[in-house]
């Protein structure tokens, strides 16, 4: 797995399934049923792949030269609710067939 787009779908995709599970499922456990633990244990998950998500971004400016306003856009898109898959859908997928990337 040396496709730096591949590589990035796949945290992305890992940030954004963490971040469902924090709002559809241990929120709700913690302020309807006072479930604390729920928002301790997947809000500590989240948290990581989100610090890991933002190093991806970086990664990408560098290894595949992202400009600036698309590092944005993914950063955006990772603070929205299933903005992680949307920018796979509408930005990364166009940039990956754009791109004559040759893995090593």
Do not use: C
Not at 22 to 33: D, S
């Amino acid at each position: 797995m040396n496709n730096p787009f591949k590589q990035f779908k796949v945290v992305g995709y890992l940030e954004g399934i963490s971040f469902l599970l924090l709002l559809g499922i241990a929120m709700p456990l913690k302020y309807i049923w006072g479930m604390d633990m729920a928002v301790t244990i997947v809000g500590a998950a989240h948290g990581g792949l989100f610090v890991l998500y933002v190093a991806a971004i970086f990664y990408m400016m560098i290894r595949v030269r992202w400009t600036l306003l698309t590092a944005l856009l993914a950063f955006i898109a990772s603070i929205v609710p299933f903005g992680p898959f949307i920018f796979d859908a509408k930005v990364l997928k166009h940039q990956e067939a754009a791109t004559s990337f040759v893995t090593k």
